[in-house]
C-alpha cells in the first residue's frame, strides 16, 4: 500500500509528526526520500556514502527548521520539496568548496547561515559519540523519553521496572551524559 | 561556580518538567518567578535545557542509521553510474525467489475456497481519509489514522479500541476500526463494527461499509448475507461478484 512515491500524509500530519517526533512519519520521509539524493549525488560526482551524509544533514536542518516553524508549508509537497532541495544545495556548496578541490573526504560541514541554527558543530559531535557510548539500557529510555516523548508509564512497562525504577534510571543516564558535557565545557 | 554539577534527582525532574512543558499553570508561574531572581537556577535551567536539546538530536541521528539500515536491506539501490560487470547472481537469485513465490501462492491459493478468492481478488483496504492532524479532541483518532495509512493496522486498532469507549455510537471511528480488523485478517471481529456503521443517520460511510461487509460475509463463506450486502455497496466490482456467486 506505501509507495515511495505517493505521499500518504498531508502537510500538517507531516508538520506535526515531524514536531513530535512521531517514528511513522520520520521514517516514511527519510525512507521515501533519500533514494532521490542518493540518485542525485550519483549523477554529479558523489557516492553513495556521501549522498547520506549530505541527506542526514539536510534531514536534521528540516527537522530544525520545522520545529522552529522557520519553514512553514505552502502546497502539497511542501516538506518533501524543501528537503530535496535543502540536500541538493548542501551537495552543490560541496562541490563548490576548497575541500572538494583538494580531497574527496566529506568530513566537514557547510555553514549555510540562511538554513541551520549556529549550535556548536563540535558540541554535537561529542554529544553524540557520547551518547553512543551509553549502555544500550540508558541510550533506549532517553531516546524513548525525550525524543519519542513516551510517558515514564510506558517505559517501565516496557522495560518491566517500576516507575520509580525508570525515573531513578533516567536521572542517572542523563547524568552521566551531563558530566561528560561538564568535561567538555571546562 | 560548580553549582550547575551538583543538583538532586527532584530539582532535575523539576527544570525538566518545565522545559517540556509538563507543569500546571501555576507550577509554571512560580518556577518562572524564581527564574527571575536564582542565578543558580537559571544556569542550571540553560544547562538542561541544552543536554536536552543534544539529546534530542542524538537520538535523531540513531534513528536515522536506523531507518537508512532497513532501505538498504530491503531495496538494494543500484548507482546510476556504476558500470560493474555483469553478473548472472542477482539474476539468479530473483529466480528463485519467483519460484518460491509461485509456490507459495498455488499452495495458498490451492488451499482455499472459491469464496476466499474471491475475496483475495476484490478486496483492497480502504486507503483511508485525509486528516487534519492538531485539532485536539480528535488527535488520538488522527494518531490511529497515521497507523493505519502506514500499513500498521495492529496500532491502529489498539488507539481506537480505546477511543470508541467514549465515541461508541461515532460512524467514522467504527468504519476504520473495522476496515482496520479486515485488513489484519479478522473478518469476524471486523461485522459488527462495520454493521453499527450502517446504523448512523449520517450515512457518508453507508456504501463503503455495504461494500466491506459484503466482503467479510464472502471472506466466512455466508453467501446470502454478501449478497444482500454487496448489492448496496453500488460499486461497479460487486456485480461481478454476484455474477460469480451465481
Known amino acids: 500500500m506505501q509507495e515511495p512515491t505517493f505521499n500518504p500524509f498531508t502537510q500538517d500530519e507531516l508538520i506535526l509528526g515531524i514536531k513530535s517526533n512521531e517514528p511513522k512519519v520520520l521514517k516514511w520521509l527519510y525512507q521515501s526520500q533519500y533514494p532521490k539524493i542518493e540518485k542525485y549525488v550519483a549523477a554529479n560526482n ?3 556514502d556521501q549522498a547520506k551524509d549530505i541527506f542526514q544533514e539536510a534531514f536534521i536542518t528540516v527537522w530544525n527548521n520545522v520545529r522552529s516553524d522557520k519553514f512553514i508549508p505552502e502546497n502539497g509537497t511542501a516538506v518533501t520539496g ?21 580531497t574527496t ?3 566537514t560541514k557547510h555553514d549555510r547561515s540562511e538554513e541551520e541554527e549556529g549550535n556548536s558543530e563540535s558540541l554535537q559531535n561529542h554529544m553524540e559519540a557520547e551518547f553512543k557510548k551509553l549502555g544500550e539500557n540508558c541510550r533506549e529510555i532517553l531516546k524513548r523519553f525525550y525524543f519519542q516523548k513516551q510517558t515514564m508509564e510506558t517505559i517501565a512497562k516496557a522495560f518491566q521496572w517500576t516507575e520509580a525504577t525508570a525515573r531513578n534510571n533516567k536521572y542517572r543516564c542523563i547524568q552521566r551524559l551531563k558530566e561528560k558535557m561538564n568535561t567538555l565545557n571546562n | 561556580m560548580d553549582s550547575n554539577n551538583l543538583y538532586s534527582q527532584q530539582e532535575f525532574e523539576r527544570i525538566e ?3 517540556l512543558g509538563l ?8 518556577f518562572e518567578s524564581e527564574l527571575k531572581i536564582d542565578q543558580n537556577l537559571k544556569t542550571r535551567y540553560e544547562d538542561i535545557k541544552v543536554l536536552l536539546q543534544e539529546v534530542e538530536l542524538a537520538s535523531l541521528k540513531d534513528s536515522m542509521e536506523v531507518f537508512h539500515a532497513e532501505l538498504k536491506s530491503s531495496t538494494p539501490v543500484v548507482p546510476i553510474n556504476s558500470k560493474k560487470p555483469f553478473t ?7 529466480a528463485s525467489l519467483l519460484f518460491l513465490l509461485a ?3 498455488w499452495v495458498f491459493l490451492g488451499n482455499t475456497t472459491e469464496n476466499e478468492k474471491l475475496f483475495t481478488a476484490y478486496y483492497q483496504p480502504d486507503p483511508g ?5 492538531g485539532t485536539n479532541s480528535n488527535y488520538e483518532f488522527d494518531r490511529g489514522m497515521v497507523d493505519y495509512k502506514t500499513g500498521d493496522y495492529q496500532a491502529a486498532i489498539t488507539r481506537w479500541e480505546k477511543l470508541l469507549a467514549q465515541k461508541p455510537h461515532n460512524d467514522t471511528l467504527n468504519y476504520f476500526l473495522g476496515s482496520a480488523l479486515l485488513a489484519v485478517g479478522d473478518d469476524k471481529l471486523a461485522l459488527p463494527f462495520l454493521q453499527k456503521t450502517l446504523e448512523t443517520e449520517s450515512g457518508i460511510f453507508l456504501k463503503e461499509a455495504s461494500w466491506y461487509l459484503g466482503l467479510a460475509y464472502l471472506k466466512s463463506g455466508n453467501n446470502a448475507e454478501a449478497l444482500k450486502y454487496l448489492q448496496n455497496s453500488g460499486r461497479e466490482e460487486a456485480a461481478e461478484i454476484i455474477e460469480k456467486l451465481k
Open chain 1, 46 to 48: 558523489g557516492d553513495e
Open chain 1, 82 to 102: 524543501y528537503l530535496y532541495q535543502i540536500a541538493k544545495n548542501k551537495w552543490l556548496d560541496y562541490l563548490r568548496s576548497s575541500k572538494y578541490q583538494k
Open chain 1, 105 to 107: 573526504n566529506l568530513d
Open chain 2, 17 to 19: 518538567s518545565y522545559i
Open chain 2, 23 to 30: 507543569m500546571t499553570e501555576e507550577e509554571k508561574l512560580s
Open chain 2, 88 to 94: 548472472w547472481k542477482p539474476l539468479a537469485v530473483a
Open chain 2, 103 to 105: 509456490i507459495t501462492l
Open chain 2, 129 to 133: 481519509m485525509v486528516t487534519a492532524m
